[in-house]
């Protein structure tokens, strides 16, 4: 029975990565000002894109985007990153997202998904959910976040063969 249980949680997971998004899709977007953006127009065409879906309820995914911020301008003078920190609070919870981010002085963009259309394209089930792309292509995906991590996102870009 185990054996089973193993084989299947296997197949699906191999299921879900043939499954994946390998490129961006193009999804409007909004600014915290709300100006609309079009999500490939939000990502480094030239360089790395971390984009961080979050929310404000959820500590990890706060305590990955402190971590990014405090280190992403020494990454950068290694490589061309930005970040998108893409927040997905509901209609109920929207009121919180710029308080939060105001307190935090993080120095990437925020975007709202408060519809999570981009969240859904993207194949995002659970958040704190990190992909890095290179241009438009996604060349890495993690789910959830332990103090540290954010060093293996920039090991997946100094690693990568542009």
């Known amino acids: 029975m185990l054996k089973k ?4 949680v296997i197949l699906c997971l191999f299921a879900y990565s043939l499954s994946s998004q390998k490129f961006i899709p193009e999804i409007s977007l909004k600014t915290l000002n709300g100006e609309s953006i079009k999500s490939i127009q939000a990502i480094n065409q030239d360089g790395f894109t971390i984009i961080s879906f979050w929310a404000t309820w959820c500590i990890p995914c706060i305590n990955e985007l ?5 280190v992403i ?8 990153i930005k970040v998108l920190a893409i927040s997905t609070d ?16 993080w120095i ?9 259309e981009f969240k859904r394209a993207m194949g995002v ?10 241009k438009s292509e996604i060349i890495h995906r ?14 997946v870009i100094s690693n990568y063969n542009k």
């Open 142 to 155: 993690r789910i959830g976040y332990t103090p540290g991590e954010e060093e293996d996102l920039f090991e």
């Open 66 to 70: 402190d971590a990014i911020n405090e």
């Open 108 to 116: 990437f963009d925020v975007i709202s998904d408060t519809n999570q």
């Open 73 to 80: 301008t020494d990454w950068n003078e290694k490589e061309d």
């Open 90 to 105: 509901d209609s109920r919870s929207k009121k919180r997202v710029r308080p939060l981010i105001n307190g935090k002085d």
């Open 5 to 8: 249980i193993i084989i299947s």
């Open 125 to 134: 089930v659970g958040i704190p959910h990190t992909i890095v792309t290179y």
